[in-house]
Structures are given as structure tokens and as C-alpha cells.
């Protein structure tokens, strides 16, 4: 939050100092520095490009100036006015000793509702949004909107304010924006996150650290929320700093290669031999030992580092095939996830495109495996066309967890879905339950319909790696069949396992109809 309004203090400067009379002396002297360092070369450039920069700083402080205009007549303050009224009650209640608190609201699973729903409804939502934030705080209360789903309040000094009033406050204004939206005729439902800091819980710093402390408490009510309150506290400061910490150790452990993939293998359950690898990510820490992704996967989230996790993810996964091919071993193809961050990215394909030619690796070569849930999305967002253009170049692409979403039979062909894996939920001791066995075998008829192929996750028994083959499941993976390892390892276990499976027949499959 604090950027936004230094970006927006910053244009505020230099609108001033570009439109006044100032300029008159400032341009001729660049000019004249200009020229004298590089001649009329020189000149000739600061001369056609000074315009252009001074336009588009011009251009930028409109736009804000627009938006700040907006949100007062919709009464919200600009970013701007915000900062320097916060800054005010923070002054205020030191010199007088009052309390004061600082709110943030922000809308919970507000990109979710955007896919679902498209941006039109996004937008009467954000103005829903506002308008019931301000019914439900104070007159002489303030308030901002930081993005269209998260709006920053600042509560007047006051000797009545305490923790309990603001947990009151922030329950009134949950209230109001659960609410059900109407929405094309129907009602839809919403929730919020809200964190809180009262200035007493600051030990010092100025009114910047207070608005940083109320966004910590935010952070941490989304983490256990949806529709949760969290207050800033000194175990808040502990755990914000750890966090701090890990984020930082999780942008060195990228660099230094501590994050890698492991690699758990797939096995056909017709020749037994190896068809691919599924790349799962681990943190190799040098203390903690080694970490799942359960465990860092939320840091690199919140620190908006997933997009850079892909790729090193992938870097590895593709050196890694590389390896195989020069050792000579047969390993059809890779599977690796790709996260949401990572799918909304508009550069995605041309970034892919260039890894794959530069590890020399054909497109059929990657299977892109998306959650179930991703494919209820909406058909115009930039997942979809991610995910469909990579199919388009010759990826495969794997529906992960099947059974466990939404996906439709209409989005499995949209996406032109190549192989769909059924999740572990349904494959665990199905060679014991006969509702299981039934469950799977309606999903494998469903699959041989679409002709689809299909892998079972979590094998983990002799006696399901049977069923799987017998009733027609194409892939198998498991630590029944092996457990995720680092790639040092991969090449002694297909040896290995070569060497088992030339020696053991072929489990036959059930026909009929």
C-alpha cells in the first residue's frame, strides 16, 4: 500500500514542478548540459525526447488526478489525500494521546470471482464494494481504495477507540458487505478479510509502519480466513518477521538451486516400462532438511515470486530430460504444474516456446498439468487461452486431481484435455471398497469414451496397481511404484526397474464392451 502513495506523492512533485514556472529554467539547462557533454547529437535527442517524457509524466498524474476526482465524489479520499489525512491522526493521537486504528478490507477469492463471473460484474461488485464499506464506518472516519477489491480505512483519533471497538467495527462492515449481491437476477455471495492495528500496539516507526502493520494483519487474517478478522500484535510482528525472513531465503534457495524438482515416475500398466516423470518441487534447506512444497509454496504466493518459481522449475525439469536423452534412457515426456499465477501470465507461451527450443525439446515432450478447478473457469480469460495454445503447440495437457473439481465434459474438450488423472481419493484401497472399484470404473468408461488417456494417482499397493491394469487405466504413479527422488537417483531406479519388469509378466486387462 505504502508504494501506491509514493507513486502517487511522486507525480504529485513533478506535475508541479513540469506545469510551473520552473520548467522554463529546467529545460533549457538540460538542454544546455546536453550539448555540452555530447554536441548536437546529443541536443538533437534530449530535444525530441524531453517532450515526450514530460508528456507522458503529464499524462500520469491526469490519469491518477482522474481517478483521486472519482473516488472523492464517490466518497472515498485519493490515495493522496488519504496519506496525508492518516498521517495527520497519527500525529494527532501521539500529541493527545488517543488511540487510532487502521483498517484493511480486501474482498476474498476476488480473481476467482472475476473468472467466474467476468469483469463487468467484477466492476458493480468493487462499487458495491465501496459503498457499503462507507455505510458501515463513521462520518469522520476515512477511507481509500487501494485495488477494486481492497479499500484502506483510517479511524479519527478518539479516547473511546480500543480493541474491542474495532473488532465491532470490522463485524459491522463484514456484515454489510456479505450481504448477498445481486447479480443478473440472482443472488451471489461474498465474503471479506479485514486486519487491523491500533497505533498503541506500535512500539515506534512513523504512520508508513502503522499501514504496514494493518496490511501484516491482513496478510494473516487471508491466511486463515475466508471471512476472518486479525488485529496486529506483537506475535503478529514475530511471525511477519519470520515470514520476512523466509521469503528472502526462498529468492536465494531459487538462485542457488536449493529449490528443485524431484522427480516421481509413471509407469504403463500394459508394459510396465516408464513413460514419464512428474516434476514435484522441493526446498533441499540446509538446516531444516528437505521441505515440501506445502510448506514454501504459501511464502513464494504472498511474495508474488510463483511466475519466477516456474521457470526455475522448468529449467530444471527440461535439463533434466536433456540428461536422460544422453544417457540414452528412454523417458517419453515430463510433467510439471503450472500454478494460476503462472497461467494468467500473457507472455507465458512465447517465454515457453523459447525454453523448449533452447533445451532442444519437441512440445509433446511436456505435459502441462492444471487443477481440475481451473477448467470451470470462464472461457475469455487468459488461463483458458494459455492453457488451450499450449495444447495447440503439441503439449499435453493433464487434468490433475480428477474428481475433486468442477471440470465439465464441455471444458475437458475446450481445453482439448490429452490425459486425466484420477485423484488419489478415489484410487486409495479400491481394490478393497467395490464403491470405490465402481467410482473408478465409471471414470476409466467415461475416459475411453473421450478417448482420453488416464494415469491413477497415489498406487501405493500391488494389489491397486492390479485393479488400475485390469480395468483399463493406461499410467500409474505412486510410492507403490516410486517415491519423488532427486535426479541423481532416477537413472539407478530405471535400471532397476527395467531389470524387474523384463522379468515379470504382463498384468492382462478386462475386456469387453
Given at each position: 500500500m505504502w508504494k501506491n502513495i509514493s507513486v502517487s506523492r511522486v507525480l504529485n512533485v513533478l506535475t508541479t514542478v513540469l506545469s510551473g514556472p520552473q520548467a522554463?529554467?529546467?529545460?533549457?539547462a538540460i538542454s544546455l548540459a546536453a550539448f555540452w557533454i555530447g554536441g548536437e547529437r546529443a541536443l538533437v535527442i534530449v530535444a525530441l525526447s524531453l517532450p515526450v517524457l514530460v508528456a507522458i509524466i503529464l499524462t500520469a498524474a491526469d490519469t491518477a488526478k482522474s481517478h483521486a476526482d472519482r473516488s472523492e465524489a464517490n466518497g472515498l479520499k485519493s490515495i493522496g489525500s488519504f496519506a496525508s489525512e492518516i498521517e495527520g491522526f497519527y500525529q494527532t493521537a501521539r500529541n493527545i494521546r488517543e488511540e487510532s486504528a487502521c483498517l484493511i478490507v480486501a474482498l476474498d477469492n476476488f480473481d476467482e470471482f472475476i473468472d467466474l463471473h467476468g469483469n463487468a460484474a467484477a466492476n458493480h461488485m468493487a462499487e458495491q464494494f465501496c459503498a457499503r464499506v462507507l455505510s458501515a464506518i463513521r462520518?469522520?472516519?476515512?477511507?481509500?481504495?487501494?485495488?477494486?477489491?481492497k479499500i484502506a480505512i483510517g479511524l479519527r483519533p478518539s479516547k473511546h477507540l480500543d480493541l474491542e471497538a474495532c473488532i465491532q467495527m470490522s463485524g459491522r462492515i463484514q456484515s454489510a458487505i456479505e450481504e448477498p449481491l445481486t447479480l443478473n437476477g440472482s443472488g451471489i455471495y461474498v465474503?471479506?478479510?479485514?486486519?487491523?492495528?491500533?497505533?498503541?500496539s506500535l512500539r515506534d516507526g512513523g504512520f508508513e509502519i502503522w499501514i504496514d502493520a494493518a496490511s501484516s494483519a491482513l496478510e494473516e487474517a487471508q491466511r486463515n480466513g475466508p471471512s476472518t478478522i486479525r488485529a496486529y500484535s506483537n506475535e503478529t510482528r514475530r511471525r511477519s518477521r519470520i515470514r520476512a525472513n523466509l521469503r528472502k531465503e526462498f529468492d536465494a534457495a531459487l538462485d542457488s538451486g536449493e529449490i528443485r524438482p524431484w522427480f516421481q515416475p509413471q509407469v504403463s500398466t500394459d508394459t510396465g516400462r516408464v513413460t514419464g516423470f512428474e516434476a514435484l518441487a522441493r526446498w533441499e534447506h540446509p538446516q531444516k532438511g528437505v521441505l515440501g512444497p506445502n510448506i514454501f509454496l504459501p511464502f513464494a504466493e504472498q511474495a508474488e515470486l510463483m511466475e519466477r518459481f516456474g521457470q526455475a522449475m522448468r529449467y530444471h525439469a527440461f535439463t533434466a530430460m536433456q540428461k536422460w536423452d544422453r544417457a540414452g534412457v528412454i523417458v517419453p515426456r515430463i510433467g510439471i504444474n503450472f500454478s494460476s499465477d503462472e497461467l494468467r501470465d500473457p507472455t507465458l507461451i512465447d517465454r515457453l516456446k523459447w525454453e523448449l527450443d533452447q533445451n532442444d525439446l519437441t512440445p509433446d515432450r511436456l505435459?502441462?498439468?492444471?487443477?481440475?478447478?481451473v477448467f470451470s473457469r470462464r472461457q475469455d480469460d487468459v488461463i483458458t487461452r494459455n492453457v488451450t495454445s499450449m495444447s495447440k503447440l503439441g503439449c499435453c495437457i493433464d487434468l490433475d486431481d480428477f474428481g475433486t473439481g468442477h471440470a465439465s465434459i464441455a471444458s475437458i474438450k475446450r481445453f482439448d484435455v490429452s490425459r486425466i488423472k484420477?485423484?488419489?481419493s478415489f484410487v486409495t484401497k479400491a481394490d478393497k471398497d467395490a464403491s470405490q472399484q465402481q467410482m473408478v470404473s465409471a471414470i476409466l468408461t467415461m475416459a475411453e469414451r473421450l478417448n482420453l488417456e488416464t494415469l491413477a494417482e497415489g498406487v501405493e499397493t500391488p494389489g491397486e496397481h492390479a485393479l488400475m491394469a485390469q480395468l483399463g487405466c493406461d499410467h500409474v504413479?505412486?510410492?507403490g511404484i516410486g517415491k519423488p527422488m532427486p535426479f541423481e537417483k532416477t537413472l539407478d531406479w530405471i535400471a532397476a526397474h527395467q531389470n524387474k519388469v523384463n522379468g515379470v509378466p504382463k498384468i492382462g486387462r478386462q475386456t469387453g464392451s
Open positions: 522554463l529554467a529546467f529545460i533549457p462520518a469522520q472516519d476515512i477511507a481509500t481504495q487501494l485495488d477494486p477489491h465474503s471479506c478479510s479485514i486486519g487491523f492495528s491500533l497505533l498503541t505435459a502441462v498439468e492444471v487443477l481440475e478447478t484420477i485423484d488419489r504413479q505412486g510410492f
